[in-house]
């Protein structure tokens, strides 16, 4: 049995809209079309089963966001702490006191500006992480509903030729 690769869900959306375009016009009509109803639920049930994996990348994007964020902290505490190690130990040392004030506080001075610096760089990957999922989001989700918009306008025609197949359209 041959394993399918998984399919993007913004291809799958692409493939709904494709088989709206493809569809055939409903007569004297340029805007309705007709086409395979259990096609078109199959497809979005298609969809709808894959937005599930799109949802939990976000939380893996999530939680190495998190794990950033921490080995940053981690980073930035280690940091800190050998420079206050540093710092005590020079400080402790008679001849060079006032020396190792200084030295103490630049190490600790450098390390808080690397801590933001890391920090930094860790919201702004977030941030651009976070922002690429919810333009995909967006975009499925404006896809989604086109095509729900499609489909009970759709509905709409089929309903209306239903209830008096005699009389004619009023066009």
């Known amino acids: 049995m041959e394993r399918q690769e ?30 395979d109803r259990n096609e078109m639920v199959e497809r979005l049930d298609e969809l709808r089963s894959e937005l599930p994996s799109e949802l939990r990348k976000a939380a893996a ?23 206050e190690t540093e710092h005590a130990r ?3 040392v008679n001849e060079i006191t006032v020396s190792a004030e200084h030295e103490g506080a630049r190490i600790i001075a450098e390390a ?8 930094e760089e860790v919201d702004d990957y977030v941030d651009t992480a976070l922002a690429n ?17 499609k489909m009970h306008a759709l509905r709409e025609i089929g309903n209306f030729q239903g209830e008096d197949s005699e009389r004619p359209l009023p066009f």
Do not use: H, K, Y
Not at 13 to 24: A, C, G, N
């Open 90 to 92: 020079l400080v402790s």
């Open 61 to 83: 994007v999530l939680e190495e966001r998190d794990r950033i964020i921490e080995a940053g902290r981690r980073e930035a505490d280690r940091i800190i702490s050998e420079g």
């Open 133 to 149: 999922f919810e333009q995909f989001l967006t975009r499925a989700l404006a896809s989604i509903e086109r095509g729900r918009d």
């Open 6 to 35: 998984p399919v993007d869900p913004l291809d799958r959306i692409d493939e709904i809209i494709e088989l709206v375009q493809e569809s055939r016009s409903v007569p004297m009509s340029r805007t309705n079309f007709m086409f």
């Open 112 to 119: 808080r500006t690397e801590a933001q610096r890391l920090r």
